[in-house]
């Protein structure tokens, strides 16, 4: 039933207006009455609404658990408690039967698989929501691993897609998120991204572009790719023996050092973002493979996205800015990304940066008892919300990539020094940017110089700030507060106007789908009422 096209939009769209619904219900209900005890029903509330979300997605597999693990990494518009609940949300689900592989590749290759193989695993080796692997050899005895695409993948996502541009525009329309998020645009690098993981032959491609971008790079490799055995449907490469890189028993077992492994990956993956192009999306541990010699092998292209080189330099200023304490060249960075728009309060946003960095270099962040580290994480969320920050879409995969990588770092090196290992390779490529050009320009020579006695500069702003830290942290809670209660009486106020906008749309639907003109007529009139008056409110 799941796979019926209908069912699986319904009950997409019904999730979303429940949950939409039951988060405006109680806005409304605890409206000025926001308290420690209305705040732990908020919480048991999310963590129901999450659970169901986790149940729907592992039954119905698809864009729901792709869009889940990226869920589980918007902190910026998802509560900490839906967070935690999608964490560890995997893309693993019952494999078909054989023999329906096998039909998909004798079609594919329009003869009997045993024309190209001697032997094919009895079982898949790996199963996800789009693909499976299987282990076969080659007549000449190459052993390889055939991709295949589960039948009816094309049928399952086409339908997930569609719920999906209708939550999108229920977003868009009847929440505040929109002021944050472009949703259209997100919809649309959605589309593109997981769609691109239906064409093996992309993947093909970018395996390969991968492997020629970093075939210098010592300790790293990639799988062969077959062009002749590969199709849309099909992807045969060399078959890599390795464990999965946070197999910390196998690490131990070789006696390969866990801390220059963390570190060779980081770099692998800091040099995808400062020289621009493509970066792999979904870099989890069972896509990075472990050799027992230690060598590195990156599998699984089917997700990846681009940074062009004028936001790499971009992101460079911003490498820049945290190394050398010049925040205002942060935000001039994360302004020119799209991440921060231009009435924002650039002083409350400083100091936040200022705050999490002087956390992370005095190793607090590990504290977890620290009251002042705490509340600083705590508060982030609260400020991201608040503040006309947004997530350009271009970069919501990215986001997810980079948070899902250093999950894994932590895993290899929980005392990794993420700072320490990205500073000099931030400089030598800096440096070699410069020398890359005939002239520099005197902005570059100006930044550098202001940078370059950062330290120094800002030595006698810290003595002040040390003092004045008590009236700021006054003030800072004062803001934050009031930013709260202004955004809580947003949502109430307009929350009847949305019900009713809801409710009148779901009877519009329903008099077109039973053929009933007179009630049609009267919710369509309720809907672009209800509507006008939503939109209207501010």
Known sequence: MNRIALIRIYRIVYMAIKFYTQ???????????????????????????A??????????????????QFLSTRADIMPPTFLQELEGLTDRVPSVSRKKIVSVLEKDWNSPYSSFLTDLSDAAVASASIGEVYKGVLKDGTEVAVKVQRPGTDRILRADFQAMRIVVWMLKTFTPLSKQIDFRQLYREMTETIGAELNFLQELQSGRSFSDRFKETEGVRFPIYFDDLSTRRVLVMEWIEGARITDL?????????????AERLFILFLEQVLNGGQFHADPHGGNILLKPD????????????????????????????????NYDQVLDALEELRFLLPNADRDLLADTIARLVAAYQ???????????VERLLRDIQDIVRTQPVQLPAEFAFFGRATS????????????I?????????????????KEGKRIIGKEDVLRWAINATGP????????INYLEEPERMRHYLENRDGRQREHQRDLQSRMFAGIFTILSFTGISMAVWFSHEAFMWVSSIFFVGSLWVYRSIK
Request: no cysteine; charged share 20%; hydrophobic share 50%.
């Open 417 to 433: 020094d993420l700072l320490a290992l990205a500073r000099p390779r931030i400089l030598e490529w800096a440096a070699s940017q």
């Open 294 to 325: 230690g060598t590195i092998v990156l599998i699984d292209f089917g997700m990846t996205g681009t940074i062009s080189k004028s936001d790499a330099q971009a992101v460079l200023r911003i490498a820049e800015g945290i190394v050398f304490q």
């Open 51 to 68: 659970k169901n979300y986790k149940i729907l997605a592992l039954k119905l597999g698809g864009l729901m658990i792709k869009l889940g």
């Open 456 to 463: 120094l500069r800002v030595l006698p702003q810290k003595i």
């Open 362 to 372: 005095s190793n607090e962040l590990m504290q977890m008892d620290s009251f002042v």
């Open 249 to 261: 028993a196998f690490i131990e077992k070789h006696n390969l050092d866990r801390h220059a492994i």
């Open 404 to 415: 899902i990588f250093i999950g894994v770092l932590h895993v290899l090196d929980p005392a």
């Open 23 to 49: 988060a405006m219900l109680f806005q409304r209900r605890y409206r000025g009455n926001w308290n420690p005890l209305v705040e732990e029903k908020w919480e048991k509330l999310v963590t129901k609404q």
